[in-house]
């Protein structure tokens, strides 16, 4: 049986990545493209929601496939805990999934467990990302959701150690860790990860350099995985087979 998709922001750079995925997907086909100027009506009969569109428009595409009781995978960034948070009961009480991916580069999600792994040995931890200067959010979702993992990693020891974050150079404080967004031409996408200690630091770096490649084993596995899924899941990590699992 082959699962109809509704991509949402099929014509962006993501979703231009998932669309030509979905084309090579056993099992799967693209039932619909979604624009800017698309009634949301133009979702019904599918199988799976994929939203790809802009952050701005992302949590009205989660109430409308929520509302006619179609699962998602939502791949577009600006999705921090707190707005997870408010969508939530809309999945729960449609009884239907949602799988919110903030990366879907392996190497970027094993990079963030890589940091979760480390920042209770750290007391200093700092992100910085950089993307290029059309990216339309900052901080980066990925950065967001790698500051929310460091922080529930770090519940034991408490915050990490960030002086003077009242001047806005020290960059903007996610879930109480500072996190510097650059925007450039010439990049495409890095984070650093740089984790201070007492005589020492270790900075865990990821460079994507060609996306459509770097994503594109990662929208496999989360294809099939949010068409089956039950209640709210944030994070690739939960489709690999790490063998661990972050705290949040």
Not at 132 to 153: C, F, M, N, W, Y
Not at 161 to 178: I, K, T
Request: proline fraction near 6%; hydrophobic fraction near 40%; aromatic fraction near 4%.
């Amino acid at each position: 049986m082959t699962t109809r998709v509704a991509l949402v922001g099929g014509s962006g750079k993501l979703g231009t990545i998932i669309r030509e995925v979905i084309a090579q997907q056993d099992g799967f086909e693209v039932a619909a493209v979604l624009g800017s100027r698309s009634g949301m009506d133009e979702m019904d009969g599918a199988d799976l929601v994929v939203d790809a569109s802009t952050p701005g428009s992302s949590a009205d595409v989660v109430r409308a496939a929520a509302e006619r009781g179609i699962n998602l995978l939502i791949g577009t960034s600006g999705w921090s805990s707190d707005r997870i948070a408010q969508v939530r009961p809309l999945i729960d009480e449609a009884g239907t999934g949602a799988l919110f991916v903030p990366n879907f580069s392996l190497g970027s999600v094993l990079g963030t467990i890589l940091s979760t792994i480390a920042a209770p040995f750290f007391g200093s931890v700092e992100i910085v990302e950089s993307h290029q200067h059309t990216k339309i959010d900052s901080p980066s979702g990925t950065a967001v959701r790698t500051a929310e993992l460091i922080s529930a990693a770090r519940a034991e020891q408490g915050p990490v150690d960030a002086p003077h974050v009242d001047q806005r150079a020290r960059g903007q404080q996610v879930a109480g860790v500072p996190v510097h967004s650059l925007r450039r031409p010439g990049v495409i996408a890095q984070q650093q990860v740089i984790l201070s200690g007492p005589g020492e630091s270790l900075s865990i770096v990821h460079d994507t350099v060609d996306p459509a490649t770097a994503y594109a084993p990662g929208i496999r596995l989360a294809l099939p995985y949010a068409r089956d899924l039950r209640g709210v899941v944030v994070g690739l990590e939960n489709v690999l087979d790490l063998g661990i699992r972050p705290r949040a």
